[in-house]
């Protein structure tokens, strides 16, 4: 049987929903929808097979491709990159970059690397008083400058203390900053700019909806993304916006934050996620 | 990109007294995509967009208003019934306290409202009553510090109804009292347990759930359990500042009929503006 476009496009319309629902933005949905369309129509499908299954199949395979041009062992790449290995978060407010560093700090001191994490947040009330404590409790150095200093600054420091003390990984925080706020991404560029960061890792909350293509594109425009984290999965989002990141970026998902104790970090499971999503 | 759409099809309808079925269809197609861009709940949008077509269709024509704006009214009203206009908080003796998911920025506005009182001359102070997340009794006393506004906190302790009940003793001359307290989600039960005893001890006048601009589908899920563990009095939305429409708090809105009542617009300490809804739904229509 010929696949025909009207037949198609009503399960397709079935299918958007569903990831819609799983907080898979709408420009990305449609988007994939478009890209299946164009896989599906006018092909032939065997008599036996019904067509729901069909699309979803070809759905399936079109998300996961998506994943797969862009997986990356995060491991592996500190393993082999010349150290210090310089790692950069950064992200819009709130969304869990300095709780996510300590975490990845412990993932890292797991596996014996030595570990330094500089206080890039100088703006914030409190910041570098709560990335203190995580320091604390972890049992690694921090690199504090006081509040209202040069983020730039204090990372340049970090990274020499880490050269000095053969130090393997330096994680730098940011303050959280509004995508909107040109001379805020533009302090990210220098921040970047004067330190070369290994890899730049984009925080975002699967908490959130469509705003995280906006995020990601913008972020992605201005300073770069190298790979994402999303976190706050433990409050029950489907986690489609992992896929809108991955859609928009072209970059790899490394993790998933799910929870507030220094463990609660997974690694990103495609598979495991379009399974959630698709229900 | 709703607006040139819209222009495109309000130069084909010839005048009448009721509106054109293609029309209004082609309309609400537009309206339900503008609504999903903007994170309202799915479900909430099939609905909207039902209600929307049978009583555009239904309602004769406002003699003053086109096509479009006719529909485009019906629909503000639609909203405006779910959101409500605004809440009025008396300027008197109080206590509000501040509830949400994590980073929502709860700690921030609890900051900002404490200011907006303040302003209008009453005696305000804020108690840290997250004993979890690290540095917050740092984060709420330097936000306040320099404003003239009550603080009050234990930094070592870990049990924060005390720090409740000692806080309403230390504040007892202060009119407004507003509570800070830490982030949590619906499936941490002991958390909506704390959450529920914080809110028996502390006895608030004003219950406020805290959401962020940018939540996405699990708004009104997270919203309804919020409600039932403690009442909510209010909705304030966070970080409007930022390219996020607010339709997560719209459907939080619909699901347990709470009004929005503030918006937070930046990290500043006088980014707190009234709730107004023309302004929330034309931003939400794009
Ligand atoms: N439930 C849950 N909470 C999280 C997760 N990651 C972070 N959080 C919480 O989210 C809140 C914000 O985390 P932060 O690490 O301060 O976020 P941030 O991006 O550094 O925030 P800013 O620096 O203010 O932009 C804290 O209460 C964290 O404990 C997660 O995976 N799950
Ligand atoms: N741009 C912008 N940032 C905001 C706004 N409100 C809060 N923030 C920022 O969002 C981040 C999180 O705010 P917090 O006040 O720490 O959030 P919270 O809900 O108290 O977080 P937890 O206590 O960890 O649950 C901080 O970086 C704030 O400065 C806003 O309206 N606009
Ligand atoms: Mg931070
Ligand atoms: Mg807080």
Same mark, same amino acid.
């Given at each position: 049987?010929?696949?025909? #476009?009207?037949?198609?496009?009503?399960?397709?319309?079935?299918?958007?929903?569903?990831?819609?629902?799983?907080?898979?933005?709408?420009?990305?949905?449609?988007?994939?929808?478009?890209?299946?369309?164009?896989?599906?129509?006018?092909?032939?499908?065997?008599?036996?097979?019904?067509?729901?299954?069909?699309?979803?199949?070809?759905?399936?395979?079109?998300?996961?491709?998506?994943?797969?041009?862009?997986?990356?062992?995060?491991?592996?790449?500190?393993?082999?990159?010349?150290?210090?290995?310089?790692?950069?978060?950064?992200?819009?407010?709130?969304?869990?970059?300095?709780?996510?560093?300590?975490?990845?700090?412990?993932?890292?001191?797991?596996?014996?690397?030595?570990?330094?994490?500089?206080?890039?947040?100088?703006?914030?009330?409190?910041?570098?008083?709560?990335?203190?404590?995580?320091?604390?409790?972890?049992?690694?150095?921090?690199?504090?400058?006081?509040?209202?200093?040069?983020?730039?600054?204090?990372?340049?420091?970090?990274?020499?203390?880490?050269?000095?003390?053969?130090?393997?990984?330096?994680?730098?925080?940011?303050?959280?900053?509004?995508?909107?706020?040109?001379?805020?991404?533009?302090?990210?560029?220098?921040?970047?700019?004067?330190?070369?960061?290994?890899?730049?890792?984009?925080?975002?909350?699967?908490?959130?909806?469509?705003?995280?293509? #906006?995020?990601?594109?913008?972020?992605?425009?201005?300073?770069?993304?190298?790979?994402?984290?999303?976190?706050?999965?433990?409050?029950?989002?489907?986690?489609?916006?992992?896929?809108?990141?991955?859609?928009?970026?072209?970059?790899?998902?490394?993790?998933?934050?799910?929870?507030?104790?220094?463990?609660?970090?997974?690694?990103?499971?495609?598979?495991?996620?379009?399974?959630?999503?698709?229900? | 990109?709703?607006?040139?759409?819209?222009?495109?099809?309000?130069?084909?309808?010839?005048?009448?007294?009721?509106?054109?079925?293609?029309?209004?269809?082609?309309?609400?197609?537009?309206?339900?995509?503008?609504?999903?861009?903007?994170?309202?709940?799915?479900?909430?949008?099939?609905?909207?967009?039902?209600?929307?077509?049978?009583?555009?269709?239904?309602?004769?024509?406002?003699?003053?208003?086109?096509?479009?704006?006719?529909?485009?009214?019906?629909?503000?009203?639609?909203?405006?019934?779910?959101?409500?206009?605004?809440?009025?908080?008396?300027?008197?003796?109080?206590?509000?306290?501040?509830?949400?998911?994590?980073?929502?920025?709860?700690?921030?506005?609890?900051?900002?409202?404490?200011?907006?009182?303040?302003?209008?001359?009453?005696?305000?102070?804020?108690?840290?009553?997250?004993?979890?997340?690290?540095?917050?009794?740092?984060?709420?006393?330097?936000?306040?510090?320099?404003?003239?506004?009550?603080?009050?906190?234990?930094?070592?302790?870990?049990?924060?109804?005390?720090?409740?009940?000692?806080?309403?003793?230390?504040?007892?001359?202060?009119?407004?009292?507003?509570?800070?307290?830490?982030?949590?989600?619906?499936?941490? #039960?002991?958390?909506?347990?704390?959450?529920?005893?914080? #809110?028996?001890?502390?006895?608030?006048?004003?219950?406020?759930?805290?959401?962020?601009?940018?939540?996405?589908?699990?708004?009104?899920?997270?919203?309804?359990?919020?409600?039932?563990?403690?009442?909510?009095?209010?909705?304030?939305?966070?970080?409007?500042?930022?390219?996020?429409?607010?339709?997560?708090?719209?459907?939080?809105?619909?699901?347990?009929?709470?009004?929005?009542?503030?918006?937070?617009?930046?990290?500043?300490?006088?980014?707190?503006?009234?709730?107004?809804?023309?302004?929330?739904?034309?931003?939400?229509?794009?």
């Amino acid at each position: 049987i010929i696949l025909d #476009e009207r037949k198609v496009s009503k399960i397709l319309g079935e299918l958007e929903l569903i990831l819609l629902e799983g907080d898979v933005a709408l420009e990305v949905v449609d988007k994939i929808s478009e890209e299946l369309k164009a896989n599906l129509v006018g092909k032939k499908k065997k008599i036996g097979v019904r067509l729901s299954n069909l699309v979803e199949h070809e759905l399936i395979k079109v998300l996961k491709k998506l994943f797969y041009s862009s997986s990356f062992d995060f491991y592996k790449y500190i393993e082999e990159r010349e150290k210090p290995v310089v790692i950069l978060f950064v992200g819009v407010n709130g969304t869990g970059k300095t709780t996510t560093i300590a975490k990845v700090a412990k993932k890292l001191m797991d596996r014996d690397h030595s570990v330094v994490i500089a206080a890039g947040d100088t703006f914030r009330a409190g910041a570098i008083e709560q990335i203190e404590e995580h320091a604390t409790n972890l049992g690694v150095k921090l690199i504090k400058h006081k509040a209202g200093s040069d983020p730039s600054a204090v990372i340049y420091d970090a990274i020499q203390h880490a050269r000095a003390k053969k130090i393997d990984i330096v994680l730098a925080d940011s303050a959280g900053r509004m995508h909107t706020k040109k001379n805020l991404l533009d302090q990210l560029e220098k921040i970047k700019r004067i330190n070369s960061p290994d890899l730049i890792v984009f925080v975002d909350e699967s908490t959130a909806g469509n705003d995280c293509v #906006e995020r990601a594109r913008m972020f992605n425009e201005t300073v770069g993304i190298d790979g994402s984290i999303l976190t706050k999965l433990d409050a029950d989002p489907k986690g489609g916006s992992a896929i809108s990141v991955a859609y928009i970026t072209g970059k790899p998902i490394i993790f998933f934050g799910i929870g507030q104790e220094y463990d609660d970090l997974i690694e990103f499971d495609a598979d495991w996620l379009i399974d959630r999503i698709l229900g | 990109k709703l607006g040139d759409s819209l222009r495109g099809i309000v130069r084909k309808i010839a005048k009448s007294s009721k509106i054109d079925k293609y029309f209004v269809e082609e309309m609400v197609r537009d309206i339900q995509r503008a609504l999903l861009q903007a994170d309202v709940n799915v479900r909430h949008v099939m609905q909207l967009s039902k209600n929307l077509k049978e009583r555009a269709l239904s309602e004769d024509l406002h003699p003053r208003l086109n096509p479009r704006e006719h529909v485009i009214k019906v629909l503000y009203d639609e909203i405006v019934d779910i959101i409500g206009k605004g809440v009025e908080i008396p300027l008197s003796k109080q206590k509000i306290m501040l509830v949400g998911l994590q980073g929502s920025g709860k700690t921030t506005t609890v900051a900002k409202l404490a200011k907006y009182f303040k302003n209008k001359n009453l005696k305000t102070a804020v108690i840290c009553a997250d004993t979890f997340r690290p540095g917050a009794y740092d984060q709420l006393s330097q936000l306040v510090g320099e404003h003239g506004i009550g603080f009050y906190g234990e930094k070592r302790e870990k049990d924060a109804i005390k720090i409740v009940k000692n806080g309403l003793k230390a504040l007892k001359d202060y009119e407004v009292i507003i509570a800070d307290t830490a982030g949590r989600h619906a499936l941490e #039960e002991d958390l909506i347990k704390e959450m529920i005893d914080l #809110e028996k001890v502390f006895q608030p006048d004003y219950k406020f759930l805290v959401l962020d601009a940018a939540i996405g589908q699990l708004a009104s899920k997270q919203a309804k359990a919020f409600h039932d563990a403690i009442g909510i009095s209010g909705i304030i939305i966070t970080k409007f500042d930022g390219t996020a429409k607010g339709g997560g708090s719209l459907s939080a809105s619909k699901e347990t009929s709470i009004p929005i009542a503030f918006i937070g617009t930046g990290e500043r300490i006088d980014d707190l503006e009234k709730f107004d809804p023309e302004r929330f739904v034309s931003r939400l229509l794009g």
